[in-house]
């Protein structure tokens, strides 16, 4: 009788990303509109942050993909030596002219969160507030993260998560605009099995679940903010043709019409995000 040979069906294998093209575009949606104007009423994350780190006086720390700063400002609030940095220079000048205002010492400077301009355990705490969880090459900014921080110091982050409002909108958002094949969802930071991965050497992990809330005149209010400044929202609106664009705003009203817990006309949206310290061995 004669054998027939079995042929393994071939799998295949993930698409890669252009990273570099990414990153590109991603560059672009920030530099768009004005990160600004939503990122200021995000100011009490950053404040939290560093109270959740115990930051002391005098250390030093590194703000990565700091944006206009709410990371930077609660540590020099608190006397610590800051080095506020972003790949959006516009971004860095609106933290510059906030601590300006505030009397407060900051050093700014360019730079990508996955090619840091610094050498190796040159900082205390190293932060990031809604930042570095969007950077194209994950793998990578986490080791940079690592890499300038000093044995036994801190890397405190906050990230949104998957569930949560802001996780909901890049969803639907993606419905609509698919990301690049192979390319990791932001929101993965916002997870501590993703965590554990991109810092396998770490000392300890600790999470909190934590939530901001967006408070807004109304939910058209909202969709006119972030579609106009925040870069994503904003690319993805002018991606879209005028039925898209109407078939988008219709599913992110809805979306705020289930988180919504304000009954005055009023949006009052919690989004859950994760608020993360790293402790380096």
Avoid at 239 to 259: K, Y
Wanted: hydrophobic share 45%.
């Amino acid at each position: 009788m004669e054998t027939l040979a079995i042929i393994p069906t071939p799998v295949a294998s993930p698409p890669v990303p252009d990273l570099i093209a990414l990153k590109a575009r991603q560059q672009g949606a920030w530099a768009s509109g004005d990160y600004a104007v939503v990122g200021t009423t995000l100011q009490i994350v950053g404040e939290t942050l560093c109270e959740a780190l115990d930051l002391r006086a005098g250390e030093t720390v590194l703000d990565i993909a700091a944006g206009n700063g709410n990371a930077t400002l609660a540590a020099a609030r608190r006397f610590a030596v800051v080095t506020s940095t972003d790949y959006v220079p516009a971004l860095l000048d609106r933290g510059r002219d906030r601590a300006e205002a505030e009397g407060l010492k900051v050093t700014f400077q360019p730079a990508d969160a996955e090619a840091l301009p610094f050498e190796g355990e040159a900082f205390d705490v190293v932060v990031s507030t809604f930042g570095v969880m969007f950077t194209p090459n994950q793998d990578q900014a986490a080791r940079e993260m690592v890499r300038v921080c000093r044995p036994a110091g801190r890397i405190g982050m906050a990230n949104w998560t998957p569930d949560g409002f802001i996780g909901q909108i890049f969803r639907t958002i993606g419905q609509h605009l698919p990301p690049p094949p192979g390319a990791r969802s932001p929101a993965l930071w916002g997870t501590e099995a993703h965590l554990e991965m991109l810092f396998p050497n770490a000392r300890e992990i600790t999470a909190q679940n934590k939530a901001f809330t967006f408070r807004y005149r109304s939910p058209a209010h909202w969709l006119e903010v972030f579609r106009t400044w925040y870069g994503p929202v904003h690319k993805a609106f002018a991606a879209l043709p005028e039925d898209g664009q109407s078939a988008l705003a219709q599913e992110l009203l809805a979306l705020i019409t289930r988180f919504n817990r304000a009954t005055d006309g009023t949006m009052v949206v919690p989004s859950d995000y994760l608020e993360v310290i790293v402790t380096k061995a």
